[in-house]
């Protein structure tokens, strides 16, 4: 039958993600093995969907069988369950390709979590590793493939150890194969509940009843049966459908086994008609940060599945699950039309609007519903702020912070109620960790007048809050960049105010010669609004990046951080003792102290000065000239 039937059968190794995941399987690290059934059956649908696809641009692929289908066949006598498809079908390269590696980034990092997960039920489908589970419940595994409009049968099989062996179907194998995939379990001996038609339905019902195929299970006399609904759930009205019937939709769609946090169903009609069934899900897939996961949102075209790869909603809504299905766009529409199409662009901007939509309405509910999903994926979310300036009030409305007033999270409404008489900005630091930038001493002029400051520790804080932003007519301002005025906003203990008279002549030599004894370390040195206690604080330029920008950057090596201004606390006894030794002449103390100064604001900043051991000299020798006065 086969061109190649000469072949002596080779034993060919897994790929190593592959023989440590399939060691996983092999010893049931889950509890519940359901699973592998509604993964086979979904690979089964994908496989119907492709070729129902591509039979738009060649029908003669829907030859050689009746109807796109998926099949069940318990064996209780051999001990097997058959699974089988007359979807698109394999080759034997595509075999080897698909069944023996993972082309997936993050397998890593999948696999630890998988190791890690007390009830990593539902990691399986989330990753496209869904085959391999199979082997928890089969201790050798058979797939038979015909690749549509081949007459060429290849069979893969293992025992899910040393690796895996292709070989040329035997005529038996072709017979049952006319199209399409068929994979034999040779069940373990204690899988024997999956050759129980009821075990079968059950899980059928369960996982895979809006699975558009149909799904047949067969009887003890080989007779078939449908045990699925096989409907378009998304195309039916609102009032047919119960909340389990959504939450049995979204696991079917998603892979997943968590609650839906949101649902989103709808029919748009006008100029473009197309439903829509979206899920905001619960819990936070461990690939969330990898922009080139594929599969949210799954396009199709009067029910013809198209792509999951059409980005109907924009990467930072990438953690919505769901289907759109048009009744507009051609059947044979390509990526590049995809990209380009008007339609296609309306449809995004209208799904994107109305999930905005749909979380304002959640964020405005009482009780903890969403500050779930803004645990989940705010840090995702707020990937818009950068991308999205059109939305980008509505975006930060739905933020969620971390501030200085307390437990718990604050929205901008927020703080915006609860601003100071005469303060007129958003203030906020970005760092790495909340409780460091508590610590940081840009918060004393803040904090002596009661001013609420942002504290925002996500990577993307450090991009979006580059853009000039305001929320309702209040600009965003950052502690450690640029200038900083507060004197209008009233101290909360007036009687704690150690400001003196100033000396504009006489801070104006003490802030020059700390310029010149620091050389070319600092950018400018300057007097400080911004400090009540610390004697000093590097902060970054207005028309520059933020501090933490610039360390980020620089750890990626994409260019070398701008020299940091030093600002001094005119008041604090150090600089007033630094002033007396100018004004003394003593020019290695005004050098000691100014370079003090500087190493003190590096370590208060998080950074290590670029010579401890002149740091520690000094610090040495200025306690000593203490102690001896």
Same mark, same amino acid.
């Given at each position: 039958m086969n061109g190649d039937t000469a072949e002596?059968?080779?034993?060919?190794?897994?790929?190593? +993600?592959?023989?440590?995941?399939? $060691?996983?399987?092999?010893?049931?690290? #889950?509890?519940?093995?359901?699973?592998? =059934?509604?993964?086979?059956? %979904? $690979?089964?649908? *994908?496989?119907?969907?492709?070729?129902? #696809?591509?039979?738009?641009?060649?029908? *003669?692929?829907? +030859?050689?069988?009746?109807?796109?289908?998926?099949?069940?066949?318990?064996?209780?006598?051999?001990?097997?369950?058959?699974?089988?498809?007359?979807?698109?079908?394999? *080759?034997? !390269?595509?075999?080897?390709?698909?069944?023996?590696?993972?082309?997936? %980034?993050?397998?890593?990092?999948?696999?630890?979590? =998988?190791? @890690?997960?007390?009830?990593?039920?539902?990691?399986?489908? !989330?990753?496209?590793?869904?085959? #391999?589970?199979?082997?928890?419940?089969?201790?050798?595994?058979?797939?038979?493939?015909?690749?549509?409009?081949?007459?060429?049968?290849?069979?893969?099989?293992?025992?899910?150890?040393?690796?895996?062996?292709? &070989?040329? /179907?035997?005529? +038996?194998?072709?017979?049952?194969?006319?199209?399409?995939?068929e994979i034999v379990l040779h069940l373990k001996s204690d899988a024997g509940r999956y050759l129980e038609a009821h075990e079968i339905e059950r899980i059928v019902r369960t996982y895979s009843d809006n699975i558009l195929f149909p799904i047949e299970l067969a009887d003890d006399k080989g007779e078939f049966r449908q045990i699925n609904a096989a409907s378009a759930l998304w195309q039916r009205s609102k009032s047919e459908l119960k909340p389990e019937d959504y939450t049995e939709a979204y696991r079917t769609i998603a892979g997943a086994f968590d609650e839906p946090a949101l649902t989103l169903h709808y029919? /748009? @009609?006008?100029?473009?008609?197309?439903?829509?069934?979206?899920? &905001?899900?619960?819990?936070?897939?461990?690939?969330?940060?990898?922009?080139?996961?594929?599969?949210?949102?799954?396009? #199709?075209?009067?029910?013809?599945?198209?792509?999951?790869?059409? @980005?109907?909603?924009?990467?930072y809504l990438r953690f919505v699950r769901g289907v759109v299905d048009s009744e507009d766009l051609p059947l044979n529409v390509s990526r590049e039309m995809l990209q380009n199409n008007p339609q296609v662009a309306q449809i995004r901007s209208a799904l994107t609007g109305r999930v905005i939509g749909e979380l304002e309405g959640a964020a405005a509910k009482e009780g903890d519903g969403y500050a779930k999903i803004w645990e989940a994926f705010g840090g995702v979310l707020k990937e818009g702020l950068y991308e999205d300036r059109e939305r980008r009030e509505q975006l930060l409305a739905l933020s969620r912070f971390t501030t200085t007033a307390g437990e718990g999270l604050r929205s901008l409404k927020q703080y915006v109620a609860d601003m100071k008489p005469n303060q007129t900005e958003i203030y906020y630091l970005v760092g790495e960790d909340a409780e460091r930038l508590r610590a940081t001493p840009k918060l004393e002029a803040t904090r002596a007048r009661g001013i609420e400051v942002l504290l925002l520790t996500d990577p993307i804080d450090a991009f979006w809050t580059m853009m000039p932003s305001d929320f309702e007519g209040k600009p965003l301002k950052s502690l450690s960049q640029g200038n900083v005025d507060l004197s209008l906003v009233p101290l909360l203990d007036t009687a704690a105010d150690k400001d003196r008279k100033s000396d504009a002549d006489s801070d104006a030599t003490v802030l020059k010669a700390v310029k010149e004894a620091l050389g070319e370390s600092v950018s400018d040195v300057r007097a400080s609004g911004r400090l009540t206690d610390s004697a000093a604080c590097l902060v970054a330029s207005a028309q520059g990046p933020d501090r933490e920008l610039e360390r980020l950057l620089a750890r990626q090596n994409r260019g070398a951080s701008a020299k940091p201004i030093l600002e001094l606390n005119m008041s604090h006894d150090l600089v007033r003792a630094l002033a007396t030794a100018l004004e003394a002449k003593r020019e290695p103390d005004v050098a000691d102290l100014s370079a003090l100064l500087f190493d003190q604001a590096q370590i208060l900043d998080g950074q290590v000065p670029a010579d401890p051991a002149g740091f520690a000299r000094r610090l040495n020798g200025l306690v000593m000239r203490g102690l001896r006065a």
């Open positions: 002596t059968p080779k034993m060919q190794p897994f790929q190593a +993600e592959v023989s440590e995941l399939l $060691n996983l399987m092999v010893h049931s690290v #889950y509890s519940e093995t359901d699973v592998f =059934l509604r993964e086979l059956i %979904s $690979n089964a649908s *994908d496989a119907c969907d492709k070729l129902r #696809y591509e039979a738009i641009a060649e029908p *003669d692929l829907l +030859e050689g069988a009746d109807k796109l289908a998926i099949r069940i066949v318990p064996d209780a006598v051999a001990k097997t369950l058959t699974i089988s498809d007359t979807g698109t079908g394999m *080759d034997r !390269q595509e075999l080897i390709d698909h069944l023996g590696t993972i082309a997936r %980034s993050g397998t890593k990092a999948f696999l630890q979590r =998988l190791t @890690e997960a007390k009830d990593g039920l539902g990691l399986i489908g !989330q990753f496209g590793v869904g085959f #391999y589970s199979a082997f928890m419940v089969a201790d050798r595994i058979e797939v038979s493939s015909r690749k549509a409009g081949s007459d060429d049968v290849w069979v893969w099989r293992s025992e899910g150890g040393a690796g895996f062996e292709v &070989v040329p /179907a035997s005529d +038996e194998q072709a017979r049952r194969v006319p199209r399409g995939t029919r /748009a @009609e006008g100029r473009l008609s197309y439903a829509v069934l979206l899920f &905001v899900p619960t819990a936070r897939p461990f690939d969330l940060a990898d922009t080139a996961r594929k599969g949210r949102v799954k396009l #199709y075209v009067r029910r013809v599945y198209i792509t999951d790869d059409a @980005e109907l909603l924009p990467p």
